[in-house]
C-alpha cells in the first residue's frame, strides 16, 4: 500500500483542527503544550529581533505567544512559513500587522545566512526530506548569537492509542507515519552529528498524561490522519474504532495516554 505523501495532508486545515483538539486535552504539571513550548522560549524570544517559524501550521504557536502581553511584539520582526498554500493563506490573516506569512520550504529556506536571531521548527521536522541537512540550513541562516528551536515527538507518544487503533488491522499502517520515523531518538544523534560549530543544545522534555473516558475526540482524531481519511474504508473504520472504544472504555472507564515532547534549543 502507498501512502499518501505529506503535502497532500496539509491541503487543507482541517485534519490539523482535529488533531490539535486532542493534543490540547493533555498536560504536565498543570501546563499545556503551548504554554510549555511557549515558556521554553520566552527569554529566547524576548532578546531576538528577527524571529522565523518555518513549518508554522495554522499558526497555533502565534496564536498562543501573541497573547503575552509581557513580549515587547512591535520591535520584533515575525514570520511564519510553511510549504502549504492552505497554511500559508491561514498563516496570512492570523495578525497581519505583526506577522508575515510566506510559502517555502524548511528543505530550502529563502533568507540570507545570517540574518535570524531565534528560527523555531516545532512538530514538523519529520516532514523534511533530510533534517540533518535542514537543520544546517537553519544554522546557516542564524545570526550571531541566534538560536535554532526544535521540537520533536518523544519515544512513545501516544503509543497506547496508536496501538488500539493498529488492533482494527484497518490496513493503513499508522507506525509508517512520518512521525514515528523521525523522533527523539533520531534528533538525539542528530545533535551530535551537526556540522556547524555548536555551543549548546539543551533538550528539555515535556512528559504529559490524559485520561480519555469519552471515544469522539480520538475517533475524530484517526479520523484527520491522511491516510485514514483516504482509505476506502473510510466510513467502516471510523463506525468500527469508535464501536471498539466505546466498548473499551465500558469495560475499563478510561485509556490512560502519554505524549511526550521533547524541545532541543541549538545555538551558535
Ligand atoms: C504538524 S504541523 C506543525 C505545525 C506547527 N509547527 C505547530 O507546531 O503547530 C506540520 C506542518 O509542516 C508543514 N510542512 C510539511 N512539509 C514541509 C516542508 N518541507 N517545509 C515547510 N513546511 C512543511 C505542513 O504543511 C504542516 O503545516
Known amino acids: ?98 506577522l508575515l506569512a510566506v510559502r517555502c520550504s524548511m528543505d530550502d529556506l529563502p533568507f540570507k545566512s545570517e540574518s535570524i536571531d531565534l528560527l523555531i521548527c516545532h512538530s514538523a521536522l519529520h516532514y523534511s526530506t533530510d533534517p540533518l541537512q535542514a537543520i544546517n540550513g537553519f544554522l546557516k541562516a542564524l545570526s550571531a548569537n541566534g538560536h535554532v528551536s526544535i521540537v520533536v515527538s518523544g519515544i512513545g507518544n501516544m503509543q497506547e492509542l496508536h496501538d488500539f487503533f493498529e488492533l482494527g488491522r484497518y490496513g493503513v499502517d499508522l507506525s509508517e507515519r512520518p512521525l514515528m520515523r523521525f523522533n527523539e531518538v533520531q534528533m538525539d544523534a542528530l545533535v551530535q552529528s551537526i556540522s556547524f560549530p555548536i555551543e ?13 473516558d469519552e471515544a469522539p475526540p480520538v475517533v475524530e482524531y484517526f479520523a484527520s ?32 495516554v502519554r505524549r511526550r515532547q521533547c524541545h532541543y534549543l541549538i545555538s551558535r
Request: charged share 25%.
Open 1 to 98: 500500500m502507498s501512502l499518501i505523501t505529506v503535502r497532500n495532508g496539509y491541503e487543507t486545515t482541517d485534519g490539523l483542527a482535529a488533531r490539535e483538539n486532542l493534543h490540547r486535552a493533555f498536560s504536565a504539571g498543570g501546563q499545556n503544550f503551548r504554554a510549555w513550548e511557549l515558556q521554553c522560549l520566552k527569554w529566547v524570544i524576548e532578546r531576538s529581533k528577527i524571529v522565523v517559524d518555518v513549518a508554522a501550521g495554522r499558526g497555533s504557536f502565534w496564536t498562543n505567544a501573541l497573547t503575552q502581553r509581557s513580549i515587547e511584539w512591535r520591535k520584533k520582526t515575525l514570520i511564519a512559513c510553511d510549504v502549504s498554500p492552505a497554511m500559508t493563506q491561514v498563516l496570512a490573516g492570523l495578525a497581519p500587522n505583526r
Open 225 to 256: 490522519h491522511p491516510e485514514v481519511s483516504a482509505a476506502k474504508m473510510f466510513l467502516e473504520i471510523r463506525r468500527d474504532l469508535l464501536h471498539r472504544l466505546n466498548e473499551r472504555l465500558r469495560a475499563d472507564g478510561s485509556i490512560s
Open 200 to 212: 549548546v543544545a539543551t533538550k528539555v522534555v515535556w512528559d504529559s498524561a490524559l485520561r480519555i
